[in-house]
Every structure is written in structure tokens, then in C-alpha cells.
């Protein structure tokens, strides 16, 4: 038997918690969860993202470090990310995004700079800080954010 590797698991979870092709054809799509990556931003499906809170927060509390928690470093640079507790690397960058992604929408993660201000940061990259302490909630990005963020978005 073959186990799947948490980047794996977490990249099953995230494309759950996309729209299907039929469901953007319908429209369902316009009641999207907005989510800001670091690369690229994201509309999500609010249920279905509800619907793996437990699964996402299995991941977080397998691979976030202390020094990203909100008790603990209080943040600290995306470049990080895809190295667990241990400091073993556990998946990649795009593993990483749809991570801070999915823990944006549930409100477990957020952004401490505004992208206008990531040219400052080493690497030029955002820092994180989580808390997945608290109940999962919905959290969407309005969407003129994400426009004026750069993010090329289809009309609702």
C-alpha cells in the first residue's frame, strides 16, 4: 500500500476546494471565497472548504512551525513554509500557497505586510502568522482587493 505524502494529501484537499468546471458554467461560482496568494489569487468553494477545515488543520499542526504561530514566533517569511516542525522538507512552494490559502479562507492564517510592502521583506516574499486555534470561519478577500493586488479575475 502506497501512503500519500502530506504535500500530496494537502494538493487533494486544496483541488476539492475548487469549482469544478460545471459549477463555473452554472454560476455557482459568484459566491466564491477570494483568496490572495502569494503567486496567484484563488475563488474557492465555501462549503467544501468547511467541509476539509479538519483536514487542513491536520496539515497545519503536522508542518507549521512554532515560529509561525501566533504564540510562538509570531510570524515568519513564506520562504519557510515548506519545511515542517522538524525542519524536513515536506512539500514546495505551491504545496505552501494552497496551505496559507486554505488557511486564509478558514481564517487560521494571515498576511502581516500588504503585497505593496513584500519588495521590502527578504526575498522579496510575504511573512505568515497562523493560529488555528480558533473555529474555522469563512474569510473572503473583496474582490477590487485582488484586482488592485494585480490579480487578472474573470467577472462573476
Not at 496539515?59 to 515542517?84: R, Y
Not at 487560521?108 to 493560529?131: E, I, N, Q, S
Amino acid at each position: 500500500m502506497t501512503t500519500m505524502t502530506t504535500a500530496e494529501t494537502l494538493d487533494q484537499i486544496f483541488r476539492r476546494c475548487l469549482y469544478t468546471d460545471a459549477e463555473i458554467k452554472n454560476g455557482e461560482h459568484r459566491d466564491a471565497v477570494m483568496v490572495e496568494g502569494v503567486v496567484s489569487g484563488f475563488g474557492l468553494h465555501p462549503k467544501r472548504v468547511l467541509e476539509n477545515a479538519d483536514a487542513v488543520k491536520a496539515v497545519l499542526e503536522t508542518v507549521v512551525s512554532d515560529k509561525f504561530m501566533v504564540g510562538g514566533g509570531g510570524g515568519a517569511s513564506f520562504l519557510e513554509l515548506p519545511g515542517d516542525r522538524a525542519g524536513e522538507q515536506w512539500g514546495e512552494h505551491q504545496n505552501a500557497e494552497q496551505l496559507v490559502v486554505l488557511s486564509i479562507a478558514l481564517g487560521w492564517a494571515k498576511c502581516l505586510m500588504p503585497r505593496a510592502m513584500w519588495h521590502m521583506l527578504p526575498g522579496g516574499t510575504p511573512y505568515y502568522v497562523f493560529d488555528f486555534s480558533i473555529p474555522a470561519q469563512i474569510v473572503s478577500a473583496p474582490r477590487a482587493a485582488l484586482k488592485d493586488a494585480g490579480f487578472d479575475l474573470p467577472e462573476p
